[in-house]
């Protein structure tokens, strides 16, 4: 828990500084040489004898104390003040960090993934239309939200609107994509009819995923920087040590070398695909 502290007694009757500590160590700031009293317990027999590090987090090592029992950080100085924070709310920081570097690796993947659904490869598959928007009542829909797309057989797909009033529009949009497909609409529903890939094509759509991939590693990377700022200031803010960023800064660039890892994986089964005729 933070513990707060006001300028009231002198900095003797609270702490006894090492008489030597560590340049890496906080240490009481000129601003509180006036001193200053424990505002959470109200005493001033706080016997807090030394800086100390643990886990390599700067700490104060306390004994016969009226503070909390859990270890504290020095964090800033405000109006008088001294904020302080446990070691268990910079790990929650921390592992927050973590989660959400991995979080957003794992939807760049997912999103990888479904861009490479959308290319098609020489057999139906009704996730070469995810990508597809319809101008719906002049809002623009996904095709698959207001129609079933299913695939009769291994070269053709089926498109029936929920709504019947909304063929044309669906038909306009299959036309203006870069399918390459063109949609034979019967009044109830549009059937494509999937022509076999040229060898040129297929060629052409290889860049188009392997540009697909670079995004994503892209992405990926742009996620390990924003995790290192976040570190980063962590250390600004005396949270973390040099010693603890440059180690989850080596754990971070694992867990973005497996991202990476994963994309060339899924890149290298969809460029087989398209060049396996």
Known sequence: MAAPFSSTSTVGSIFRPNPNPPKSFLSPSDSFQKGFDC???????VNVYSWSSAANYARLRHGASKLSGKPFVVLRKRAGVLRCATIEEIEAEKSSIEKDAKARMEKTIETVRTNFNSIRTGRANPAILDKVEVEYYGTPVSLKSIAQISTPDSS???VQPYDKSSLKAIEKAIVNSDLGMTPNNDGEVIRLSLPQLTTERRKELSKVVAKQAEEGKVAVRNIRRDALKAYEKLEKEKKLSEDNVK????DLQKLTDEYMKKI??????KEKELLTV
């Not at 180690?247 to 080596?250: A, E, I, N």
């Open 247 to 250: 180690d989850l800064s080596s």
């Open 264 to 269: 060339d994986s899924i890149f290298k089964q």
């Open 39 to 45: 505002v959470k317990c109200r005493s001033t027999d």
């Open 156 to 158: 053709s797909l089926l």
